[in-house]
């Protein structure tokens, strides 16, 4: 009988102990829930009023009135003056792409691995035997301490290679509409015949090969009004104070931002570049996220972004040679630039997938890389 006793006693108490856990566990989950709760509830709200707003209104006109500036009100677009300036880069020169590059002015390194690989100018034109320019756009350099010592090596740097656009702003994060200004204002001044004009980080890689081919078959049929990259459609303004790409209120009130492309890696036609840039010039552009800016700009002359498959987003391409001879941009490269570089750019990759069985082969491995939710590319990648 005791023994029964006190056995049914020890029993409740590891039921207690169990259930004293279980709270515990409970509790914890109920307080992490509870403090991110809000920016859970922040985000999905936001996303799902933007979406509302995206596809049922869609008209983005309003923002034209509050955004337009005035006659009296409209500004010098280089209110900033060139420092460096590479003015007879694209003179009496057919050029197929004016491809600009954003790099601040301490990148040298990403700067010379791009010229050593994908923006090497003499390559693509033994190659292909098309005109294309690269170019860095940048502002001075942040700190006031070492900003004449990096000022002198720039200076230095665009002697050897001619290639630097420089304008006497700081260049920051928040200063990323001027120099989206810079890229567009140069190339209606300086390089108007461009056909093609592209922006990219100088942490893209960009398969300029591929790349060319793609635009010579747009060329051959005039198209017009063109815009491509990544598209991102009725994307909210981050409310989030602590994020990089905050946006109050007072900035841009309205719940969706036009559709746009997110500054990595896009592409628009010649006749684009001219009337962004008079856009440019009547338009408010405090808002400091550049790539909403364009949207907004190309928004306001009924110019819309189109998806290309092979345009990466934030992320970076899978290594595979299947893609190698597909692939136009891949963002968040540095040190492996040089090695994906030769990896795509190899003569073996064009010539090696060409039969029907490879073709077969290489169709599975992109439904495998693609067709999943966390991809660079979209499932629809694997059938082009
Ligand atoms: C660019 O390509 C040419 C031709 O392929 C080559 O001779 C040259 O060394 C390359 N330049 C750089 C900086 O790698
Ligand atoms: C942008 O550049 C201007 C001119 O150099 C500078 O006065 C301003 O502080 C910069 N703005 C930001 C947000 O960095
Ligand atoms: C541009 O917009 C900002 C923010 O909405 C505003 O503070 C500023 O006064 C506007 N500038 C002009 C010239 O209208």
Sequence with gaps: MIHGQEACRMSINARRRKMFLLLMILSVIFSILTVSWEQVDHQVMSHVRSFSYRYLINDYSFINGNLILSPEEAKDIDKYPYLINPKHKCQNQEVL???????????????????????????????????????????????????????????????????????DFSDTFHNLTIKLILQFS????????????????????????????????????????????????????????????????EIYPWLSYPDYTPGGGYVVSGDVVEKIYKVCRILNTTLYIDDVVMGISASMIGVTPQDHAYFSGERKAPYHPCIYNKILTSHGHESDMVELWKETTSPRIRNIFTGFIENMYCTIVKVVLFCNPFTTYPCSAAFL
Excluded at 218 to 242: D, I, M
């Design 186 to 249: 140069w190339a209606h001044t300086y390089c108007p015949q461009a056909q093609f004009f592209m922006s990219a980080d100088d942490d893209m890689f960009i398969h300029v090969p591929n790349l060319v081919r793609y635009l010579q078959k747009l060329n051959h049929r005039g198209v017009q009004n063109f815009w491509v990259g990544h598209v991102h459609r009725g994307a909210p303004p981050v409310r989030f104070k602590k994020s990089k790409y905050y946006v109050p209120f």
């Design 97 to 167: 792409l004016l491809l600009f590059v954003k790099s601040p002015p301490k990148n040298t390194d990403r700067r010379n691995t791009i010229r050593s690989t994908w923006g090497n100018e003499t390559y693509i034109w033994n190659e292909l035997g098309v005109g294309v320019k690269v170019l860095f756009a940048l502002g001075v350099h942040v700190h006031h301490f070492n900003r004449a010592h990096i000022q002198q090596k720039l200076i230095q740097e665009n002697h050897l290679f001619q290639d630097l656009v420089q304008q």
